[in-house]
Structures are given as C-alpha cells and as structure tokens.
C-alpha cells in the first residue's frame, strides 16, 4: 500500500509540472514578418531561455486549401536563419518558411502543441490583411495574444518592407493589437527601428479613401483623404501632419495622429 501512495504521489506530481509548463506566461512574441523573404522574427520578452524546438507555426492564408501546419526543427519547410532555437532573454532568433505568402492576407500563429483549437497552447499571433473567415483570430482574443476581433495588420503599401511591432508605441507583454504593428523596412535579425533618417525629408500623400489601418514611415503626411465609416485609421509622422481641405471622417469612423520628434 505505501509504494501504491507514492507511485500516485508521482503520478499527479508530474502532472501538476506538465501543466505548468503549458500554461507558463507568454514570453515568446512575433516581432516581425518579412512576407518577401518569408521570414519570421521571434524574440524572448522573458527572463530565461527558451527552447521552441518541437513548437509549431500555424498559417492561414485566405486562399481555400492553402492551411499548413509544420513543427519548427522537424518540418523541413521551416529552416533556421539566425539566432538559436534555445532563445535568450533579449534574443532574436529568426525563422524561414516555406509556406508563409508573399502577399495578401494571412493569419500566423506560434503554438506549442499542435493543439491549434486551444487558448492555452496560443503563444502568439498576428493577422495581417484582411481575410474573409480567420479561424483562429477569436482563439487568439481569448488567449490574450491578440486584442480585438476587428482589429488587422494593413497590407504593406511597399513590398520590400517588414510588418513589425512599433518600438515607439509597443509597451511590451504579448497582448498586442493593430496600433502595435506598423510597416517599416526590414530589420529582421535584430531591434526594430522606425526609420528616421536625421528627418531627411520624406513626404507621404493620402488622397481618396484612406486604407483601413494604420500609415506612417515618413517625415510630412499630407491628406485630403476620406476615413470610411466603422474603419480606424492611423497616421504616425515624424514631424506634421497636414489635413487639408478635403479631409473627412465619417460618423463611426476613428481616426489618431501622433508626431514623434526626430532623433
């Protein structure tokens, strides 16, 4: 009877360790995506190392049949670039995939199972692009990866350049939403930076309908655009923002400015 009781005691001992490991807080976030190269960029928020080894990438494109899932170190698709699979606290460490698109929209999860359905074993996601049914956008919201159900990335407006997380606006943790993400040029391997080139100038015009999403990477933007009802947009200028004379927003539409100062 005594080994039977210790035997158990082990039993839900391990048990206990197992699900802890599952449910650890996220600390492995996406931090750039490079639809050209088709690479992604991850980079550990946390305190130790860890290994992603036997983690998983999901991708849904909104392209019927075209839905992979691979194992990272077991799929040959998925290759590594730079950094370790045993990620430090502080590293990058990036990823090729074969099966990430070069354009249009997509939703990428890191998982660490392959149990693609659960909250729990969601360590990170991004939506980029609108697409017509994304699957997992609802189980990213309620595993707290993700902030909003509405929310998207909007498609790059240059294709060479990154989607990334805004080093100016992004307060770290991994619940992030679309005014954390923005366009710049790639910086895969390495911090982000917002390009601000000694405020060389660069002017951006936004005439017509103004994308649903967020527009920036310039010193000067200059619209006379039209925000559309129940879309958000917003512009991030390194020094003006000029609205001219035909610029609207319509009733239920947001829209936000932020300047940031030059370096």
């Known amino acids: 009877m005594p080994k039977n009781i210790f035997t158990s005691l082990i039993i839900i001992l ?21 639809q050209t190269a088709k690479q992604v960029e991850l980079f550990n928020t946390g305190n ?19 839905t992979r899932y691979d194992q990272i170190n077991v799929d040959p698709s ?10 430090a606290p502080g590293a990058y460490t990036v990823l090729s995939w074969d099966h990430l698109v070069n354009t249009g929209g997509e939703e990428l999860g890191l998982y660490l199972t392959n149990a693609f359905s659960s909250a729990d074993q969601l360590e990170d996601y991004v939506i980029f692009t609108q697409i017509d049914t994304p699957n997992r956008l609802s189980t990213a919201v309620s595993a707290g990866v993700w902030a909003s159900t509405s929310d998207f990335v909007p498609a790059l407006v240059t294709s060479t350049n990154s989607i990334a997380l805004n080093p100016v606006t992004y307060s770290g943790g991994t619940d992030t939403d679309l005014s954390d993400w923005i366009e710049m040029p790639n910086t895969i391997g390495g911090p982000n930076v917002v390009n601000q080139p000694g405020c060389d100038f660069v002017q951006l015009d936004v005439n017509g309908t103004v994308p649903n999403g967020i527009t920036n ?19 991030f200028a390194q020094s003006e923002i000029q ?3 035909g610029f609207d927003v319509q009733l239920g539409a947001v829209f936000e400015a932020d300047i940031q100062t030059c370096p």
């Open 48 to 66: 130790t190392t860890i290994d992603i080894s036997g983690w998983w990438l999901c991708n849904r494109p909104n392209t019927l049949g075209s």
């Open 217 to 235: 990477d310039a010193e000067i933007i200059v619209s006379d655009g039209l925000v559309l009802a129940s879309d958000m947009v917003s512009f």
């Open 14 to 34: 391990f048990f206990n360790i197992a699900l802890s490991a599952q449910t650890a807080p996220r600390v492995i976030i996406i931090n750039e995506i490079d």
């Open 78 to 87: 998925i290759s590594l670039i730079s950094g370790s699979l045993m990620i």
């Open 243 to 245: 609205l001219n004379s």
